[in-house]
């Protein structure tokens, strides 16, 4: 609009420089230059440069669009262009010294890189599938009845990620001594618990409460699935180690957290349309595996 406004009145400039002579003209080009210098300072303070850091600009849409989006996050300190600018002022030091250092080629730092692409890209791809997704009632219950949530107890014979055979042997025989005292004595799982088990829920008779089956590792959840309350199971091993587990309840549908429910369905949706993204991906590629090494 500005500009339409400006040719104009320079048009009418230009006719009138025919009727009003060399003073007229004289006049008319210093209300042309002013015009024109007015005009370059209007649209250069648009967006504005805030900062310069060793050459590099900060400019004034930055500073705001970065303000903006720190005032949607809680903080112990107050948010203010002044604190913002200095972090804006602070990476560009850091991002600086991190060229300088060549750090984009460090072995960790393009994992890193590597990370943030990778979830970047799927993020690009599955987006518009990720939103059509929708969570039921009905989803939920159907979910439900194939995984309840169950409250247990449980005493672990701890054994590392890489054990030993002899580790892995003596945790066993522990843990089968245990059971075989419990299947003479089942009431005394939490006493056997608090004596027995490597667990944190020791001093609690081995309570580990009501939990989803997304928190349990899956040998467990399989142990305890649809077994009713206290079932006690013969040791199982789990990567943690060897578990007792009984099982102390579980709840019905009706008094479960909707919403963490419909959070895990909703996961499990977008795990199934991950899966048949990546199987799409692998049928296209040469991918060759050596099984010899997974064993």
Known sequence: ????????????????????GNRGMFKNTLVLTSL???????????DPVVAVVDGIKIKK???????????????????????????????????????KAKLDKDPIVRK?????MYHAQISKDLEPRLKKIVVTEPDVDKYYKSFPEYRTAHILFRVRTKPDEEENRAALN???KVYSSLKKKPDAFAELANKFSQSSTAPNGGDMGFQPAIRLAPEYFKAIKGKKKDHITSPIKTQFGYHIIKVLGVK????????????????????????????????????KINKQLLK
Do not use: C
């Open 112 to 116: 890193k890189m590597d990370d943030i």
């Open 61 to 99: 849409s930055e500073l705001d669009k970065t303000y903006h989006e720190n005032l949607m996050f809680v903080s112990d300190k107050m948010v203010t262009k002044d604190k913002v600018l200095n972090d804006l002022i602070n990476r560009r030091l850091g991002i600086k010294r991190a060229k």
């Open 36 to 46: 024109l210098l007015l005009s370059s300072t209007t649209f250069a303070v648009k």
């Open 174 to 176: 522990q843990a089968l």
């Open 252 to 287: 019905s549908v009706k008094s479960i957290n909707n919403a963490l429910y419909k959070k895990i369905v909703y996961d499990k949706k977008r795990d199934a349309i991950l899966d048949n993204y990546f199987r799409e991906l692998r049928a296209k590629a040469n991918i």
């Open 1 to 20: 609009m500005f500009f339409r406004l400006f040719i104009d009145f320079f048009v009418k400039l230009i006719k009138n420089n025919n009727h009003l």
